[in-house]
């Protein structure tokens, strides 16, 4: 062989390729995230503490509804009513504020009763013009008192009658 030339060496692996997954560092890591959660999860269950209003049992049942409450009931289709009387928007300030000035300061109560399909716009103007008006307190109705004269409807005696008419004034 001479000076000149140059003898090629190829380097043959020893072993084939190794294609498993190696395992020791995804244990590690699976062992580190145990050690993470036992540690958290103990203080997940820590318990918060809370103050509770104390219940109050009232005994006395509640004052029966007299005529001289003041409801004002929304209909469906926006206009106001104040004990059955239906009232102008523009007047419904003024009304109840005479109303109110009427009654004794601790006896400015309102209650408001809406249909099902006011709007809900309507219901809140209503209310800001009672306390406009003057009402220390407001009141929502789900249901009319017993002495209440609906709108439409013909009031009856508890004997079925129909009633003799008012005496107009």
């Given amino acids: 062989m001479g000076q000149g030339t140059k003898?090629?060496?190829w380097v043959k692996p020893a072993s084939a390729p190794n294609s498993e997954i190696n395992v020791t560092p995804l244990v590690d890591v699976v062992l580190v995230l145990l050690i993470i959660f036992m540690v958290v999860t103990p203080?997940?269950?820590?318990?918060?503490l809370v103050r509770v209003p104390e219940t109050e049992v009232?005994?006395?049942?509640?004052?029966?509804p007299d005529a001289q409450q003041i409801i004002v009931?929304?209909?469906?289709?926006?206009?106001?009513s104040i004990n059955t009387e239906q009232?102008?928007?523009a007047d419904y300030v003024t009304r109840l504020k005479r109303m109110l000035n009427a009654k004794k300061?601790?006896?400015k109560v309102v209650f408001f009763m809406?249909?099902?399909?006011a709007n809900y716009g309507k219901l809140v103007v209503a209310l800001d013009g009672a306390r406009a008006a003057g009402a220390k307190i407001l009141g929502m109705a789900?249901?009319?008192p017993p002495n209440a004269v609906i709108p439409g409807a013909l009031p009856t005696t508890p004997e079925g009658a129909p009633p003799a008419p008012a005496p107009t004034p």
Avoid at 73 to 80: A, H, S
Avoid at 114 to 117: I, L, Q, R, V
């Fill in 7 to 9: 003898q090629r060496q």
């Fill in 43 to 48: 203080l997940l269950e820590k318990d918060i």
């Fill in 142 to 144: 789900t249901e009319l």
């Fill in 87 to 89: 009232i102008a928007a």
């Fill in 73 to 80: 009931q929304v209909d469906k289709d926006g206009t106001y």
């Fill in 58 to 64: 009232e005994n006395e049942p509640p004052p029966e």
């Fill in 114 to 117: 809406a249909d099902d399909a």
């Fill in 105 to 107: 300061p601790d006896e």
